[in-house]
């Protein structure tokens, strides 16, 4: 079920096998050499048909049985003749069951004890996703436990991607608290909670709109891309609060929200604009940055790139729609500089 998406090796797995010890003294003095062991192991060991018999409707395989299954099978072998006398490989040899390689060997350590094991080393391909493919497979484990032996046990000994996990949790909780940061230092300064909202609503739309190319791009949520996002919080906003100053301005003028927003958004709007691709600029080399660093931040670059262009066409329509309709002009007697939330607050 994950071909295709994962490579899997197994290291620690023994074939049996016979294993045959000369004694070089022994076949000296018999005089026999190698090459009547070879073929003497080659030509007892077979586990071919001896024959057939064939008939009118009819077709039958021999079948003898000369396939040796183990050591006590493979002494009383007879190698050679010397002095009208058989010479059998026990004569000249130990012979001993075993395995084909045994200088390999797997342990797996439980409740400090070490046991013989298999290990099975499960490898992404390049461009899959590791979480996806470790998930993929702790679904089919139980399915694997109840198909082995009650003497067999499966377990995991190392998972990969809970350290991805812990790392991907970690720049989440950074990117939650860079905005509640972001949002509080705006409060503070501005001290008006619908003058906070409108350049504070810039950032999750600029950071939905950045999940959507990103989507479209085919990246995926990693350590680079949300590190991009925790980066550009800082810049999303800036755009938001330079537009939202100046219709401020205009209405301390006495302008209404709605000619304030026209008139601020008209006169800033290529001030902004200029802002925005200055940022972006910026990282252009990094977009294009060749070698296995540029490969790496492609996705840091690209993401950080569309969070700035997204925050960019925000602040130049949602932001002064947002000032238009959340603003109330002050009436007679009440200072111009007391921004009002107008109606309810979304």
Same mark, same amino acid.
């Given at each position: 079920m994950i071909s295709g998406v994962a490579q899997v090796q197994v290291f620690g797995s023994q074939k049996y096998a016979v294993r045959v010890q000369?004694?070089?003294?022994?076949?000296?003095?018999r005089k026999i050499g190698l090459d009547e062991i070879s073929s003497a192991l080659a030509r007892w060991n077979v586990n071919l048909p001896t024959g057939g018999l064939q008939g009118e409707k009819q077709s039958f395989t021999i079948q003898a049985s000369g396939q040796l299954y183990n050591a006590e099978a493979f002494k009383p072998m007879i190698v050679a003749y010397r002095d009208g006398s058989p010479v059998r490989l026990q004569d000249i040899a130990t012979v001993t069951d075993s395995v084909e390689n045994d200088k390999v060997a797997a342990w797996y350590n439980t409740a400090g004890k070490?046991?013989?094991? *298999?290990?099975m080393a499960v490898q992404r391909q390049p461009g899959t996703n590791t979480i996806q493919v470790v998930d993929s497979i702790k679904e089919q484990v139980p399915s694997f436990r109840s198909q082995l032996p009650g003497?067999?046990?499966?377990? *995991?000994?190392?998972?990969?991607?809970?350290?991805?996990?812990?790392?991907?949790?970690?720049?989440?909780?950074?990117?939650l608290l860079t905005i509640a940061l972001v949002i509080l230092v705006i409060f503070l300064f501005l001290r008006n909670l619908s003058a906070t909202i409108i350049p504070s609503l810039a950032l999750p739309l600029s950071i939905i709109g950045t999940f959507a190319a990103m989507y479209g791009f085919g990246f995926s949520v990693n350590n680079i891309t949300l590190m991009a996002l925790t980066l550009s919080v800082g810049?999303?906003?800036?755009?938001?609060?330079?537009?939202?100053?100046?219709?401020?301005?205009?209405?301390?003028?006495?302008?209404?929200?709605?000619?304030?927003? /026209?008139?601020?958004?008209?006169?800033?709007? /290529?001030?902004?604009?200029?802002?925005?691709?200055?940022?972006?600029?910026?990282?252009?080399?990094?977009?294009?940055?060749?070698?296995?660093?540029?490969?790496?931040?492609?996705e840091f670059a690209v993401t950080i790139t569309v969070a700035i262009l997204i925050s960019g066409l925000v602040s130049l329509t949602l932001t002064p729609m947002l000032s238009s309709r959340f603003f109330k002009s002050a009436g007679p007697g009440e200072a111009r500089t007391d921004l009002q939330l107008y109606g309810a607050v979304l």
């Open positions: 000369l004694d070089p003294l022994a076949l000296a003095t070490s046991t013989r094991a *298999i290990v003497a067999v046990e499966l377990n *995991i000994l190392f998972d990969r991607s809970e350290t991805i996990r812990e790392s991907v949790a970690d720049v989440k909780f950074t990117l810049f999303v906003v800036d755009d938001a609060i330079v537009m939202l100053e100046n219709i401020v301005r205009h209405m301390e003028h006495g302008e209404t929200p709605m000619d304030a927003s /026209f008139r601020g958004s008209k006169e800033i709007g /290529f001030t902004i604009l200029s802002m925005t691709i200055s940022l972006v600029a910026v990282f252009i080399p990094v977009l294009f940055m060749a070698g296995m660093l540029g490969r790496m931040l492609h």
